[in-house]
């Protein structure tokens, strides 16, 4: 498999295949990344978009100060924020995704949905930058210093979010 670098030295000399393999790898999590900032599906798939583009355009501008994917979701955050501006909008609303699951057993099922449906309260109970914070921490699996360049903000900021944010969730959780 290429690395991201390598993919985007060829889109930046507009390699149409290169292009397509750095979107496949990257669309699910910054889709994710987008929908959990802005809260709307529709415009998180406008966004994500409108900032692949902008990756196709300024691949030759990329200065490796930072991986392949923090640059991407940098843009597209930039991307969303300028949306959300253009809108008037100024707050961003956090929104935890559905999580089907595929337990055979109706019991466990059951127990695996209230399971969901409390950590989905929990994480609806922190505020924005807590639980983006969390997000590229553990589903995206982004260092401190990629979600503080993403989110413009030092990284040990981050740092903190994620340990209030983890305080916050282990209580929330540990309630009945």
């Known amino acids: 498999m290429e690395d991201d670098r390598n993919l985007l030295k060829r889109v930046a000399m507009r390699d149409q295949t290169a292009m397509r393999a750095l979107y496949e790898r990257h669309h699910g999590a910054v889709h994710a990344f987008l929908k959990a900032r802005g809260s709307d599906p ?4 406008d966004v994500l978009h409108d900032a692949m583009l902008e990756v196709w355009k ?10 392949v994917k923090t640059w991407i979701f940098a843009i597209a955050r930039n991307k969303l924020v300028d ?3 253009k ?7 956090d929104e935890v995704p559905d999580v089907a699951d595929d337990a055979p057993n109706p019991e466990a099922a059951a127990m695996a ?5 409390r950590l989905q309260r929990c994480l609806e109970g922190l505020s924005a930058p807590h639980s983006t914070a969390l997000r590229l921490a553990f589903f995206d699996d982004l260092t401190y210093e990629e979600i503080g360049e993403i989110e413009g903000v030092p990284h040990g900021t981050i740092k903190t979010r994620i340990f209030h944010a983890k ?10």
């Open 113 to 117: 949905a209230n399971d969901t449906a």
């Open 83 to 85: 949306r959300l501006r």
């Open 42 to 45: 529709a415009t998180a798939s």
């Open 87 to 93: 809108a008037s909008r100024t707050s961003l609303v």
């Open 58 to 67: 300024s691949a030759d501008r990329f200065q490796s100060k930072s991986s």
């Open 167 to 176: 305080r916050l969730m282990m209580r929330c959780l540990g309630q009945r």
